[in-house]
């Protein structure tokens, strides 16, 4: 019987994997496209290529082809009702796939704006296509067929940071650790590096990056489109966790040219969360990678463009619009801006901390860390709901997770579902009234002493994995000296903004900031970098739904 509803299951994932339209839905498909013959041995899609179609199958059939050393290797084939495609599309990006004819037939190609169009107003054919991209992307990062080989070490802090930014962005690539595989020399040797010149990103096959910048990368694989500074956007939204999701959703499906500019990858602080279970609508709890990534496709869907590792730097004024200024001096113009850039982990005051983060200090817990810390003992400071989240999911792996907290309990500050599950789990260990004293290694963590200051105790432990979750600091530096900001350094808005405020930025309009505004017409604040936000990603997601309607108040 298990094995029957088994065989059930993967029959349904395939079928949603790889789904076959009915009449009624090909002529709907038909409508937005343009047919045209194919004929055997045929390729109609190269590795690589940009702003590709999606190819509707009508009579015939292709393959998806994956190069090999022994090889091209067919990984999927799509017959008459059937199409080709993922979620890469409804951004530009390239091809990690060779498309080829296996028997002649026709196709209809569906270009991106008509794509678009097709998942906005369609209900029926978007829950379908969108299913199947989604999946599918899942399936190369699972397979890794990308166009990006990574090699490294899990010494390495760059290397763990190079993983987590190409696994939080969706991009599937290859790893090969250079302590484990005995193959790697001759690799090595073809592309002319060596082992202390790693991390080493391999890009679409022949563009070598030593040790490269999280922007470095994105620019080699393309992952962001070119925006003209000359163009004037209805919105920018700075930072990309669920609050900026929220509002670029919202926005974009609204029918506002929305641009969105992330450091880092999709998701913000929430999307190291390894699992959230008190999100409404997910009784069985979701991941914060997971609730980003389909945030991401869904604002993608509705054509918000997304630009991935690039750095705000300041904003400018002028009379009727805005200008944020990006790293390398590029200035973007807008209408209106939303600043989402959320808050990141207190940085404890340790001598050498720097020196260990991402070899043994981490700032998040998610698969890629569980990985790293396999059957060790590994240490939580924090007693937020984000450091109970990372206790309870580390404890599947680990060999048994400490949390310290300053606090006698966890009452305070998290919620009660975790602490029952903390206390009833016997792989984990609560030290109330301790803190981290000291850090022991070279080039990575081998010891910490902590101390408790109840007791007046200090302990020596040969752990090497610390999880810092303590605290938060809004990301709020490129804005200092250009908005009001609290005493803590988060962005005050509405009824928060003070008459002084309101002069110091030459506030002009005849009202009073509504509730997110800043103390700039126009520009707004939601999330965890708004000063007196809740922090909890309901919350997040809630402001930047509702600054939306904010927004097209001020434009209009």
């Not at 699992?275 to 918000?304: M, V």
């Not at 790293?372 to 989240?389: D, F, K, L, P």
């Not at 997110?516 to 990603?537: I, M, Q």
Request: net charge negative; hydrophobic share 40%; glycine share 10%.
């Amino acid at each position: 019987m298990v094995g029957n509803q088994s065989a059930v299951a993967t029959d349904m994932y395939r079928d949603q994997l790889f789904p076959t339209l009915d009449d009624l839905q090909i002529s709907r498909f038909i409508g937005c496209g343009i047919e045209s013959a194919i004929s055997k041995g045929e390729i109609i899609v190269q590795q690589g290529e940009r702003n590709l179609p999606l190819l509707l199958v009508v009579r015939g059939a292709i393959e998806v082809l994956w190069p090999t050393p022994n090889g091209e290797e067919v990984i999927a084939t799509h017959s008459a009702g059937q199409f080709f495609g993922d979620v890469g599309m409804l951004s530009g990006r390239r091809s990690l796939v060779k498309v080829r004819v296996k028997d002649s037939g026709s196709i209809v190609r569906v270009d991106r704006r008509n794509l678009q169009e097709l998942v906005q107003n369609d209900s029926e054919l978007s829950e379908i296509l969108m299913r199947a991209f989604i999946l599918r992307r899942l399936e190369l990062i699972a397979n890794g067929w990308g166009d990006a080989v990574l090699l490294g070490s899990k010494i390495s802090p760059g290397t763990l940071r190079i993983k987590e930014f190409l696994s939080r962005n969706g991009h599937p690539f290859s790893y090969v650790d250079i302590d484990g595989d005995s193959d790697v020399q001759p690799l090595l040797d073809h592309f002319g590096v060596s082992t202390d010149e790693i991390p080493i990103v391999i890009c679409r096959g022949h563009h070598v990056l030593r040790n490269p910048s999280n922007r470095e990368i994105a620019d080699c694989l393309e992952l962001n489109e070119r925006i003209d500074e000359a163009e004037l956007l209805d919105l920018i939204i700075v930072g990309a966790g669920p609050a900026g999701l929220a509002a670029a959703v919202y926005a974009a499906s609204e029918g506002l040219d929305v641009l969105v500019i992330e450091t880092t990858a999709p998701g913000g602080q929430a999307g190291s969360s390894s699992r959230i279970e008190n999100y409404l609508g997910f009784p069985t709890g979701i991941s914060g990678h997971d609730l980003a990534a389909s945030a991401f496709a869904q604002a993608q869907k509705f054509g918000a463009r997304i630009m991935i590792a690039r750095e705000a730097k300041g904003i400018q004024r002028d009379p009727q619009l805005y200008r944020v200024i990006l790293d390398g001096d590029t200035k973007l113009k807008s209408r209106s801006i939303v600043i989402a850039t959320g808050a990141q982990y207190r940085k404890l005051p340790i001598a050498g901390l720097s020196q260990f983060e991402g070899a043994g200090v981490y700032y998040g817990a998610i698969f890629i860390e569980a990985q790293v810390c396999e059957a060790q003992e590994v240490i939580i400071v924090g007693g937020g709901n984000s450091a109970g989240q990372a206790a309870v999911f580390l404890a599947h792996t680990a060999k048994h997770v400490h949390i310290l907290i300053r606090s006698g309990q966890l009452s305070d500050t998290m919620s009660r579902y975790l602490i029952r599950r903390i206390e009833e789990n016997l792989a984990i260990t609560l030290h109330p009234f301790t803190e981290i004293e000291s850090l022991e290694g070279e080039t990575e963590l081998r010891g910490v002493i902590w101390r408790n200051n109840n007791a007046q105790q200090r302990e020596h432990r040969e752990i090497r994995h610390v999880f810092l979750m303590t605290g938060a600091l809004p990301n709020t530096e490129w804005l200092d000296g250009c908005i009001a900001l609290d005493d803590k350094g988060f962005v005050k808005t509405g009824n928060g903004l003070s008459q002084h405020d309101l002069v110091d930025n030459r506030w002009n309009g005849h009202r009073s900031p509504e509730l997110l505004e800043t103390s700039l017409p126009g520009v707004f604040a939601v999330g965890d970098v708004r000063a007196g936000n809740v922090k909890r990603v309901a919350s997040a997601v809630g402001e930047g739904s509702i600054v939306i309607s904010l927004v097209h108040k001020f434009i209009a």
